[in-house]
C-alpha cells in the first residue's frame, strides 16, 4: 500500500488541524495505519494508531484527549483531527501502514510499520 499525508501547516497555540492519509490500492482496509511524528534533533514518536476495521484505536500519553484518529476504508483514507495544539506538537508527521488483523496495541511501535508516506509538516507557535 502507499500513502500520502497532507494537512499540515502553521497554526497558533490552541488551533486545531486535521490531517488526512491517503491510500492506494485494494487491500487498504487490511492495514492498521499510524501516525508517527519526529520533531527536529528528536526520536520518532508513535502517536496515535487505527485497527485495520477502525474499531480500535491507540493514543500515546502526550496527545490523549485532543487528538482523534478515524478512518473511511470507502474512501481509502485516514484522518487525524489534533485539537488544542501545542508548540511541542511540531513535527513532521507521517503516516504508515502496517498490515494486521489485531486490535490491540500493546508493544508496537514506529518500527512496526511496514509502508510510510512523505510526512507533513505542523508547526504551532506559541
Known amino acids: 500500500v502507499q500513502l500520502q499525508a497532507s494537512g499540515g501547516g502553521l497554526v497558533q497555540a490552541g488551533a486545531s488541524l486535521r490531517l488526512s492519509c491517503a491510500g492506494s490500492g485494494r487491500t487498504f482496509s487490511r492495514y492498521a495505519i499510524g501516525w508517527i511524528r519526529q520533531a527536529p534533533g528528536k526520536e520518532r514518536e508513535f502517536v496515535t494508531a487505527i485497527s485495520f476495521s477502525g474499531g480500535a484505536t491507540y493514543y500515546a500519553d502526550s496527545v490523549k484527549g485532543r487528538f482523534t484518529i478515524s478512518r473511511d476504508n470507502a474512501k481509502n483514507t485516514v484522518y487525524l483531527q489534533m485539537n488544542s495544539l501545542k508548540p511541542e506538537d511540531t513535527a513532521v508527521y507521517y503516516c504508515?501502514?502496517?498490515?494486521?488483523?489485531?486490535?490491540?496495541?500493546?508493544?508496537?511501535?514506529?518500527?512496526?510499520?511496514?509502508?510510510w508516506g512523505q510526512g507533513t509538516l505542523v508547526t504551532v507557535s506559541s
Open positions: 504508515a501502514a502496517r498490515l494486521s488483523a489485531q486490535s490491540v496495541f500493546s508493544g508496537w511501535s514506529a518500527s512496526d510499520f511496514s509502508s
